[in-house]
């Protein structure tokens, strides 16, 4: 079975790889992933998995922006 840690462990790899391969379709679907999950978290009330999960969507979507300000 996949953990927690092992999925935010995945996300910031995955995050990582799409920021130095330039893939922001990439990066937005992760953007979305992380948050899908934060909302899974903070329905049965775990803050601290979801707030996990929130600062990585916004890593995400901060990664996305470093690539190309300009749309933003």
């Not at 979507?61 to 690539?67: D, P, T, V, Y």
């Amino acid at each position: 079975m996949v953990t927690v840690p092992q999925i935010i462990d995945y996300l910031e790899k995955v995050i990582a790889a799409d920021f130095l391969s330039g893939n922001r379709t990439g990066l937005r679907r992760t953007q979305t992933a992380a948050g899908v999950l934060m909302d899974a978290a903070q329905s049965t009330g775990d803050k601290e998995t979801a707030m996990r999960f929130r600062v990585l969507a916004a890593q995400a979507a901060n990664k996305s922006e470093e690539l190309n300000p300009d749309d933003y």
